[in-house]
């Protein structure tokens, strides 16, 4: 590889992280709007046009406030958790299908599916390194509930792996030139978006920061930057998982502007759900993983396999 190209590689890695954190910035503004509109208020409206430039403000606040080092805390961990922890939501993006140049690899829905999973050990690491009991309860639960529905988003997501053979995400793509897999593969495409949205420890499935229990949860002794990049790193993830639900079950055509009215759209459904639904009991959100999605993705998973081979069947 050419020295240029790297250089090149770099800068738009760069570019695609600044574009990311702006819109993650736009998407704390949505959800307040959103939110806002559900409980019949209107939200930021003062700052700037219609409330505009308030993530900025925002930003300027969390990260010039005074920053609080608990004096129990393991500092070196409990000081370097919420960056790692936005290094890893940064470096998902580099995943992202491109047309043009950068990482655009053959193994990228395996490079998701493995960086995803190191962003467990941040959360874990940013509860137990406060020496609080609140976050050490905090961490333990997400980590639980990440990790279980882990296991029904890989075996949900092998179901579409199975019809495109391929871990290359832009494969998804090409095979819906036609037509989508949400309307192949509805039932699963659900499953997917709710496995989602606890993987993402988002409400209904907020337990790793349940205010009315736990007080913040895992990031309860965390302020200023700290707090800020755990914040960061949690609406990065959203955006992130609102594109792959596009590119696995929406046409994913990234190279075209529908493209982006599908993850704004996709990114609503996440804020929609938060402004509907109340909390759900942590027991049943570990028999929804357990009982009801493993089993019922494992025979999607069977059927899948089956259509496929019966196809190759049929070819040869």
Known sequence: MMFKDLILYFFSTIILFICVLVGVAFLTLMERKVLGYIQLRKGPNKLGFVGLLQPFSDAIKL???????????????????????????????????????????????????SVSSLGVYTIMLAGWSSNSNYAMLGSMRAVAQSISYEVSLVLILLSFLFLISSLNMID????????????????????????????????????????????????VEYSSGSFAMIFLAEYANILF??????????????????FFIKLVFMSFLWLWVRGTLPRYRYDKLMYLAWKSYLPVSLNFLIIYFSLKLFLMILVL
């Open 63 to 113: 990260f010039s406030k005074e920053q609080t080092y608990p004096y129990m805390s393991n500092f070196n961990l409990y000081y370097f958790s919420p960056v790692v922890n936005l290094f890893l939501a940064l470096l998902l993006w580099v995943s992202m299908p491109f047309i043009t140049t950068n990482f655009s690899f053959n193994l990228s829905i395996l490079f998701f599916l």
């Open 172 to 219: 998804l793509m090409k095979y819906q030139e036609n037509v989508w897999f949400i309307f192949l593969m509805l039932p699963l495409s659900l499953m997917w978006f709710v496995s989602s949205l606890a993987e993402t420890n988002r409400t209904p499935f907020d337990f790793a920061e349940g205010e009315s229990e736990l007080v913040s949860g895992f990031n």
């Open 241 to 258: 998982m609102s594109m792959i639900c596009v590119m696995m079950f929406l046409g994913g055509d990234v190279i075209s502007w529908m």
